[in-house]
């Protein structure tokens, strides 16, 4: 008995130690992510503050809601499970070109724009609930996420 306990006390340490030394930083799901992807050369808005754990936790969506894998397939997740940044794939930084003079691009091709990407994901959403819910809880103009910079 006394043994176990000795073990446990152990084990308790040793888990306290790596995640006071961060070790763990990249595989729980941290509170606030800063989406800054280090793919763009410049951001031209500011900074939108991802509130992870609210979503993950307190509006309890489930994690494949947003991670998906190379075929577009919900992830079943549990913390501690590496993730790919959405950049991995969705891997040209900004929005697809718009106009008249811009190319005509397949879904495939649309879909590479990492922006677009995190519109489509973020404010599709934050729309659909809004409405559903009279509401406008969820950011849906640019500001909302983008704080002003200058
Ligand atoms: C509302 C959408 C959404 C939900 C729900 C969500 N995530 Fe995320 N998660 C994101 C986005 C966006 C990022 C940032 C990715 C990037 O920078 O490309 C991220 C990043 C992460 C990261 C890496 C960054 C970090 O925190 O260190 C992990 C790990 C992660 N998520 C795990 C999870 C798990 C586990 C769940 C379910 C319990 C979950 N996520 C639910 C959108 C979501
Ligand atoms: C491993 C590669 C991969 C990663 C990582 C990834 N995606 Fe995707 N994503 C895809 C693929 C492939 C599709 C297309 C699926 C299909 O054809 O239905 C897709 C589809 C989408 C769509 C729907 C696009 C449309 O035109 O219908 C959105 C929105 C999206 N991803 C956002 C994100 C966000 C946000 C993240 C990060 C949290 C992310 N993706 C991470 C590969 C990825
Ligand atoms: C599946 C639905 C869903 C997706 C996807 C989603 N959100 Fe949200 N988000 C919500 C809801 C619902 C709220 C409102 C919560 C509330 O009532 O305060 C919210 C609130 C927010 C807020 C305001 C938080 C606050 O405390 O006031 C920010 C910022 C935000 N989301 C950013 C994002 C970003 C960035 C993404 C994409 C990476 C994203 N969300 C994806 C559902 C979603
Ligand atoms: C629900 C949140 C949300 C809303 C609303 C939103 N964005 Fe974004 N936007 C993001 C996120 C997240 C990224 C990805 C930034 C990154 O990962 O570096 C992004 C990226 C961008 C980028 C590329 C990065 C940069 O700073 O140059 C531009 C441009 C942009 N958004 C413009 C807009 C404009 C214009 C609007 C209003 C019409 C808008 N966004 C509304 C969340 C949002």
Do not use: W
């Amino acid at each position: 008995m006394k043994k176990k306990l000795l073990l446990l006390a152990v084990a308790v340490l040793f888990v306290s130690f790596f995640i006071s030394a961060g070790l763990f930083a990249d595989s729980t799901p941290q509170d606030i992510i800063n989406m800054e992807s280090k793919a763009y050369t410049e951001h031209k808005k500011g900074i939108c503050e991802f509130p992870h754990k609210k979503h993950a936790e307190d509006l309890k969506l489930e994690c494949g809601t947003c991670h998906h894998d190379d075929k577009g397939a919900a992830l079943e997740l549990k913390a501690g499970d590496d993730v790919q940044k959405c950049i991995e794939c969705h891997n040209k930084p900004g929005e697809k070109p718009k106009g008249k003079d811009a190319p005509k691009l397949t879904p495939k091709q649309k879909r590479e724009y990492h922006a677009d990407m995190m519109h489509a994901q973020c404010k599709g959403c934050h729309k659909d609930y809004n409405k559903e819910n009279k509401t406008k809880a969820a950011p849906a103009t640019c500001k909302g996420c983008h704080p002003k910079t200058n």
